[in-house]
């Protein structure tokens, strides 16, 4: 019960040196990580999913679940030596075991042989009468007009915020803003660079919306600055900025559970696709409720306790406590 | 007459939102309750019976999706007709394939993407839809036929190029199948007869092209076997006949029978032979020409007419994305999904129903309401549910909540003050809708930017979250204001305990706020004094924020003494 006490009182803005420590560390693990696994290039430090490479992937299930030798002989006998085959205990999220295989892009005629060849030497599992047999085929081009597409959104969206916090708070609010945004940002793609995690399309929306979230209850939290500013003026800017948070807290952590529960359900009970999406966005709205505290609030403290009156009122209250 | 039932029925929900907005500025509470269940009645009405309002998208119903990326003949990005123009015969394609929910839509430019949801054997329709079905009719002769038949590739491109084709076109052809003057055919091996496959080049351009054609059917040859029959437009026919005279002709100068090619998308469909014995063919064949290519079966021959019949497409399509979901894995998704959802929103319920009790319980109630809203709207409009779909629907209950939250938490702050309820509820909703709108707004502005510029899948996730965002501020503020200043007219609602306020938090708020003001009036009187250091700074901003009782040894020791007094 004392801590829930404390982190009402806790003054924030006197420890920031250890918060942004604390971004810097597992940011700084993640870079390292995506350039040690990238071989010296970041782009390359992720676990790229089809989408963003070129291939076919095929999911199956049979009959009678094959050995992994049995299906990689019968694969390489249809003319795919290359493939990569995996045996997964779930096909996509039913409790099936199956395989997975990658091969390079094949076209109709040759998805025909090959399912083909599958059923022929295996035959494919058809329980109520479908096939549990699923395709994925990805050509050179796709991938990258997908990669280009989403970074042209993250930008154009930064840019957008930038000029909206700026209209309705000021600059100083919008840097705060936008680097709690990159810092979230950075924090998904580094953890999922250690983890090794498959980056989809899912993962895409799910980071674009982790901007969104983050930037809503960062929104929050200015505002109650905003308000409390004229109230407060002749307190030291990073009191105030305390008193602000510490007014807003229980919403933030109460939003946060609020919305982490749901995720929490889909990452536990959602198929393969979701939890894919679920992870993103539990990593996303855990830095975000995190960044709003500990990274956009500072930085605005710093910002604007540079301006002269807040400087005055910082000295005044320093030497007050001595 | 559905048509104008729906417009009806959206002209009526415009209205009623229009009502309840007004209502809300005239607190007229009781005339938002009604507008809201009028809506709510307006989604029932879209959603059930929800097996067949709701539309699923392949990921969770099963099917086909395939992205085409789109190239001319001479591999240039095709104009925004012909590409029109591609859609239209795609269409008509897959109308043909009997798929009832299918989407063909344009994406970039020169992209087009396909889903069919549902479809049961999605490799017949891959042979169908992506077909350029590009005919093509070819005199068997040395001169339309520099090269052929030869075993492979390789070696028909051998011999064009010793005859002096260019290197550049060799190149093209073996790429392409077609170049300038040439074109690359395939006759597939026929494991019947036994017979293997060979290559062609033929002189461009053939003797007849698709153009002649005005419609094929699927149909049984004179050996009882499957084939497709070709009529001919009025001047195909008349094209069909000087062809087929001429090969008469020569055949009878030859003494040796002669051949034309049917060539369909590079692909020798079939190879006809002209009986020159035959007096009656002396004058050419008016009527038609048949497909009959061997071992047909008798599907082959009803897809091969479908794709005759909507025409050849202007463009060639390369696939650039296929993705094919068995019906048990998109079940199986959406059952999990639908799962997750319900617990999340169960857990949500709970905890929204712990914390702020009564308030709660009005929150809840109004989730529920934006459940079935979002819903509604989605079968009305309609919107294709898919997972991310899902996932964002699940990810607003969150928003949802989120706006209540938000309002909540300044009602309670307001009681904290010694507010009574009633006003609370007032204030609560007048400063927590500005900070609701900023950040909605804000999020609105993501999802749009996400909406306009990535690809499918992130599509459909942002689309749900703006639905989801608008409804939300329906439900989250004007609906639970309403309730609430329903519900102040009741005595029990004065009570700060419903809300989860404790007496003693009232208190120690406002002994707090006392202190403030005797802190900023010691603060003014330094002031006055012009020593302009702020006496008690530390002290007074503990004391405003701390809603429990302070710790800490000086400070514990005044809000005490000032309690005392109070007492």
């Known amino acids: ?322 | 007459m559905t048509g104008t039932l729906n417009i009806a029925i959206w002209i009526a929900t415009a209205l009623t939102i229009a009502l309840a907005l007004w209502a809300t500025l005239r607190r007229k509470n009781w005339v938002v309750m009604l507008c809201m269940v009028v809506l709510v009645g307006i989604s029932l009405y879209f959603i059930i019976p929800p097996s067949t309002k709701t539309h699923l998208g392949l990921d969770l119903q099963g099917g086909l999706e395939i992205v085409y990326q789109a190239k001319t003949a001479d591999g240039k990005v095709p104009s925004s007709t012909q590409l029109d123009q591609t859609i239209s015969i795609l269409d008509r394609r897959v109308n043909g394939l009997g798929v009832t929910e299918s989407a063909i839509q344009k994406q970039g430019t020169d992209q087009v993407s396909v889903s069919l949801p549902g479809v049961k054997d999605p490799q017949q329709a891959l042979k169908i839809i992506g077909k350029t079905a590009q005919l093509e009719f070819f005199k068997d002769d040395p001169q339309s036929r520099p090269v052929g038949p030869v075993a492979s590739k390789d070696a028909a491109l051998k011999e064009l190029q010793s005859q002096g084709a260019s290197k550049a076109e060799i190149q093209q052809l073996s790429t392409d199948g077609a170049s300038a003057h040439y074109s690359l055919v395939q006759s597939p091996a026929d494991p019947v007869s036994g017979q293997p496959e060979q290559w062609y080049v033929y002189k461009l351009p053939p003797a007849m092209t698709g153009a002649a054609v005005s419609g094929a059917r699927a149909g049984f040859g004179s050996d009882g076997k499957p084939n497709v029959l070709i009529d001919f437009t009025s001047q195909g026919s008349k094209q069909f006949q000087a062809v087929t005279r001429e090969l008469y002709r020569s055949g009878l100068l030859k003494n040796q029978p002669q051949t034309f090619a049917i060539v369909l998308d590079n692909v020798m469909e079939s190879d006809p032979m002209i009986d020159y014995t035959k007096p009656d063919l002396r004058d050419g064949i008016s009527g038609g020409a048949e497909i009959s290519g061997g071992n047909m079966t008798l599907q082959e021959s009803k897809d091969l007419a479908l794709v005759l019949n909507t025409g050849a497409l202007p463009v060639k399509l390369v696939p650039a994305f296929q993705q094919q979901v068995s019906a048990t894995l998109g079940k199986d998704s959406l059952h999990q999904g639908l799962i997750a959802g319900l617990i999340g929103l169960g857990l949500v319920l709970i905890y929204m129903l712990i914390y702020y009790r009564f308030l709660g319980l009005v929150a809840d109630l109004a989730l529920i309401v934006y459940g079935i809203l979002l819903w509604g709207l989605f079968s009305a409009i309609p919107v294709t549910l898919t997972l991310p779909g899902i996932a964002g629907m699940i990810l607003t209950i969150g928003v949802a909540a989120d706006a209540n939250v938000v309002i909540f938490e300044r009602i309670k702050e307001e009681v904290r003050h010694g507010k009574t309820v009633r006003s609370a509820v007032n204030s609560g909703y007048a400063r927590g809708f500005k900070t609701i709108l900023d950040a909605n707004i804000l999020t609105m502005l993501t999802a749009a930017v996400i909406f306009e510029f990535a690809t499918a899948s992130p599509k459909g996730f942002a689309f749900t979250l703006i639905l989801g965002v608008l409804v939300s501020m329906l439900t989250a503020v004007l609906f639970t204001r309403a309730m609430l200043g329903v519900l102040a007219g009741f005595a029990f609602f004065g009570r700060p305990a419903f809300m989860g306020v404790h007496a003693g938090q009232i208190e120690a708020t406002a002994a707090a706020e006392d202190r403030m003001g005797a802190s900023r009036r010691r603060r003014a009187a330094a002031r006055a004094q012009g020593d302009g250091a702020p006496v008690a700074v530390a002290d007074s901003t503990t004391a405003t924020a701390a809603p429990a009782p302070p710790s800490g040894g000086r400070r514990t020791s005044t809000s005490r003494k000032k309690k005392k007094k109070r007492r």
């Open chain 1, 1 to 322: 019960m004392n801590f829930f006490r404390r982190i009402y009182s806790f003054d924030y803005m006197g420890h920031k040196r250890y918060w942004f420590t604390l971004s810097a560390i597992i940011i700084g693990a993640g870079l390292i990580s995506l350039f040690v696994k990238g071989g010296g290039n970041p782009v390359k430090g992720l676990n790229y999913g089809l989408e963003f490479k070129e291939g076919t992937r095929i999911t199956v299930a049979f009959q009678k679940q094959p050995t992994l030798g049995d299906v990689r002989q019968t694969v390489s006998a249809a003319g795919y030596p290359d493939a990569q085959i995996q045996e997964t205990p779930n096909v996509s999220g039913t409790n099936v075991k199956g395989f997975q295989i990658q091969t390079t892009t094949l076209s109709t005629t040759e998805q025909e042989k090959f399912k083909q060849a599958l059923n022929d030497a295996f035959i494919i599992a058809k329980p109520s009468g479908t096939e549990m047999y699923n395709l994925q085929t990805v050509g050179a081009t796709f991938g990258r007009q997908v990669v280009s597409s989403s970074i042209k959104a993250v930008a154009i969206a930064l840019l957008l915020i930038l000029l909206y916090v700026t209209f309705r708070f000021q600059w100083k609010f919008a840097v705060g803003a936008i680097a709690a945004e990159v810092h979230d940002l950075l924090v998904v793609v580094g953890i999922y660079s250690l983890t090794g995690r498959e980056v989809t399309t899912a993962t895409i929306a799910a980071v674009l919306t982790i901007l969104g979230y983050s930037l809503y209850d960062t929104v929050i939290v200015f505002d109650r600055i905003r308000e409390n500013q004229p109230k407060l003026s002749r307190m030291p800017y990073g009191d105030m900025v305390n008193v602000s948070l510490w007014e807003t807290l229980t919403r933030s952590i109460n939003t946060t559970v609020i919305v982490v529960l749901p995720v929490l359900c889909l990452e536990l009970f959602g198929g393969a696709t979701l939890k894919d999406f679920a992870f993103a966005l539990l990593v996303g709205i855990i830095s975000g409720a995190y960044s709003s505290i500990f990274v956009a609030s500072p930085i605005v403290t710093v910002l604007k306790e540079r301006e002269p009156q807040n400087r005055k009122l910082k000295l005044a209250a320093r030497s007050d406590q001595r």
